[in-house]
T-cell receptor
Framework: GQQVMQIPQYQHVQEGEDFTTYCNSSTTLSNIQWYKQRPGGHPVFLIQLVKSGEVKKQKRLTFQFGEAKKNSSLHITATQTTDVGTYFCAGLWEGAQKLVFGQGTRLTINP | NAGVTQTPKFQVLKTGQSMTLQCAQDMNHEYMSWYRQDPGMGLRLIHYSVGAGITDQGEVPNGYNVSRSTTEDFPLRLLSAAPSQTSVYFC????????????FGQGTRLTVV
């Protein structure tokens, strides 16, 4: 079935370092969404990417959608302790009815 | 505006027992879904609904039933609980299937002993 592979599964950084998580699909996506889940919390929507090559920024977060619409990345510049949590991508394929989540990347930060 | 409300927040069941996890949304969203979250497995789709009276299976539907009699409610039923169903369950709703922000409930932590 259709799935998105997300790497890495875990990432530990020092506060102030950058962080990147990647999502890949073997087939072209219609759109991709990103969510953040704080420890003990529920997933919260961050952003949606729809266009080929799209780049969106939210303060220190940069989201990219590949030219072929098969991969996406989330980059955090100069991490802060408030960035701790698990980041999920979720993909939708053309004609599909369901959003499929990646396995998530758990980010921990050493202050 | 409460968003998506799930009850209960915690539940312990014995193997073989049945129960219903409740989910209600007040945003008039057509699309609702149930996920389970297990360590290292991400969020896996159990069942989803694109509107009242319409449901379909996700990636891991076995052992679970759903119904959608109203736009607001989307309960998840465990007919005969098994230890493998120990997990955190999230209900989500969105305006459009996969093309709009999904709002998640607070989750139900279920333990089957």
């Amino acid at each position: 079935g259709q799935q998105v592979m997300q790497i890495p599964q875990y990432q530990h950084v020092q506060e102030g370092e950058d962080f990147t998580t990647y999502c890949n699909s073997s087939t072209t996506l219609s759109n991709i969404q990103w969510y953040k889940q704080r420890p003990g919390g529920h997933p919260v929507f961050l952003i949606q990417l729809v266009k080929s090559g799209e780049v969106k920024k939210q303060k220190r977060l940069t989201f990219q959608f590949g030219e072929a619409k098969k991969n996406s990345s989330l980059h955090i510049t100069a991490t802060q302790t408030t960035d701790v949590g698990t980041y999920f991508c979720a993909g939708l394929w053309e004609g599909a009815q369901k959003l499929v989540f990646g396995q998530g990347t758990r980010l921990t930060i050493n202050p | 505006n409460a968003g998506v409300t799930q009850t209960p927040k915690f539940q312990v069941l014995k193997t073989g027992q049945s129960m219903t996890l409740q989910c209600a949304q007040d945003m008039n969203h057509e699309y609702m879904s149930w996920y389970r979250q297990d360590p290292g497995m991400g969020l896996r789709l159990i069942h989803y609904s694109v509107g009242a009276g319409i449901t379909d299976q996700g990636e891991v539907p076995n052992g679970y039933n759903v119904s959608r009699s109203t736009t607001e409610d989307f309960p998840l039923r465990l007919l005969s609980a098994a230890p493998s169903q120990t997990s955190v369950y999230f209900c989500a709703s969105s305006y459009s299937r996969g093309r709009a922000e999904a709002f998640f409930g607070q989750g139900t932590r279920l333990t089957v002993v």
